[in-house]
């Protein structure tokens, strides 16, 4: 009985001084990120290389489509960074005064045909109306910014009416690359930043879209009201622009926006 | 109905053809199991019987992993429906009703083991001593006084294939008039931000599953009297 007393007691002890000492080491280090799906492999990285540097922060992603991350964070979802997958969705976070700064451009995306069953190296939006391709995916045009392009492109090639009845929607770009991955559709439309995946490039091949088919796709982030008062979010904002965050980002197919002036 | 745009339409239909033709199908195929469990001698049962609720418990995602693996090009099931030239069932109107019939399979074969069980076994020897064969038996016996087990397995079942979503995220791909049900619908338009039409669907369906359930509870007996 005395032990197990002793034995509370110390713990007690413990668990108070790992607390005092928490409280005091510093800010409250920690936020979680809604990201746009195609950032999946890409901020992961980022976020590694950041860590790096800062070895006892703690950084969460949630990823999705822009759309339902927008909508979540409009209802209060507790997040502090949001990297979407254009610029548009944080520009209506701003206006609905929900953000904790202004919209920052941090890259610009490419979209690719991909597929994991058959060579996609040599293919124009055009060959996607053989009627081989018996299911064509693309992420949902209603609430993924690359399901949009892919939509533009495929209009822009003149194939949008032929290949309609063919296609399948992801619910976010991740999920698009999945169901091509599976062979559950033969080819599809992605973002280039994960068919540089480390787990997609060994899966199959791509060939870049050409961007006069498409409107840019120039991705914003934003801090969210949520994240205007924390340190961590704002410091990874300003590392996310620095020369080492861009050459991860290069390295995921993603053109770079010029860096903003001042900031 | 008002309020709703014409692919709204096309998803409503769509999830009421979808959950008829389950409900049709399960009540083919779950009457027999049901009967098979309920009165079944074999050591099987209680596997087997596990095996049909596993649904209840098991997260849509789960299902719709394996389906997706199983029924795709590189699955054991999808190589079959390829050879027998039927295409791969993922994406289609086809693999959302062999989906759903497995996940709404419990909601079925529930009710009605339950209601072969709380028959007994005397109205049986009773028909049996009149001279009833097996299948007199079977439709003069068990089917009168089972019916409101199949009230609530036609209802649940029905109105559990209409409240699936995990499941059709995972190997629907949401295109239009295939597989684009109600509850997808929904999700797209919260997701694109656009309430007002998500109030709308939603409302729909609140107000037809009350509709469903009240029914069902109406019909019912008050007392289920089978056993003088």
Do not use: C
Not at chain 2, 198 to 218: D, K, T, V
């Amino acid at each position: 009985m005395i032990k197990m007393r002793a034995l509370l007691a110390g713990l007690f002890a413990l668990a108070l001084t790992l607390s005092t000492h928490a409280a005091y080491a510093s800010q409250p280090q920690h936020m979680t990120i809604a990201a746009a799906a195609d950032l999946r492999y890409a901020l992961d990285a980022v976020i590694s290389a950041y860590h790096r540097t800062h070895p006892h922060d703690s950084i969460e992603v949630t990823y999705g489509s822009s759309g339902k991350l927008l909508t979540q964070i409009e209802q209060g979802a507790p997040f502090e960074l949001f990297f979407s997958a254009d610029s548009e969705y944080p520009k209506q976070l701003v206006a609905a005064g929900g953000a904790g700064s202004d919209p920052v451009p941090y890259a610009l995306g490419h979209i690719v045909i991909w597929s994991a069953s058959v060579d996609a190296s040599k293919l124009t939006v055009a060959d996607l109306a053989a009627s081989s391709f018996d299911r064509i995916a693309i992420a949902n045009p209603e609430h993924a910014p690359y399901g949009k392009r892919a939509e533009q492109a495929l209009r822009a090639a003149g194939v949008w009416d032929a290949v309609q009845s063919r296609l399948v929607y992801g619910d976010n770009i991740a999920q698009t690359a999945q169901f091509i991955a599976s062979g559950n559709a033969k080819v599809g439309i992605i973002a280039q930043s994960l068919a540089l995946g480390p787990q997609m490039a060994k899966k199959g091949s791509y060939a870049v879209i050409p961007e006069s088919l498409y409107q840019p796709l120039l991705q914003s982030f934003v801090i969210t009201r949520r994240g205007a008062d924390n340190a961590l979010a704002h410091d990874f904002a300003q590392y996310v622009q620095s020369a080492e965050a861009r050459s991860v980002l290069s390295r995921y197919g993603f053109s770079l926006p010029n860096p903003p002036a001042e900031h | 109905m008002a309020g709703l745009s014409a692919e709204d339409w096309t998803a409503f239909a769509l999830t009421m053809r979808l959950a008829a033709t389950v409900t049709v199908l399960l009540l083919l195929l779950g009457t027999p199991l049901a009967w098979w469990l309920a009165r079944g001698r074999t050591a099987w049962r209680r596997p087997v019987s596990a095996l049909v609720t596993l649904p209840l418990v098991l997260p849509p995602t789960v299902l719709g992993f394996y389906l997706l693996l199983l029924l795709g090009p590189h699955g054991a099931v999808g190589r079959l429906t390829t050879a027998l030239g039927l295409g791969t069932l993922p994406f289609t109107f086809a693999g959302l009703v062999v989906a759903s019939m497995l996940y709404s399979l419990p909601f079925v074969v529930q009710p009605l083991q339950n209601a072969f069980e709380a028959i007994g076994q005397r109205p049986f020897d009773v028909a049996a001593s009149l001279g009833a064969g097996p299948f007199d038996r079977f439709f003069s016996v068990a089917l009168p006084l089972a019916w409101p087990g199949f009230l609530t397995a036609v209802v649940l079942g029905f109105a559990h294939t209409i409240g699936e979503f995990g499941v059709v995220l995972m190997i629907g791909g949401n295109i239009p008039g295939q597989t684009r049900v109600l509850s997808m619908r929904i999700y797209d338009h919260v997701e694109a931000g656009e309430y007002l039409q998500a109030h709308a669907l939603s409302l729909y369906l609140l107000a037809f599953s009350f509709a469903a359930l009240l029914a069902m509870h109406l019909l019912r007996p008050r007392r289920l009297m089978v056993h003088d």
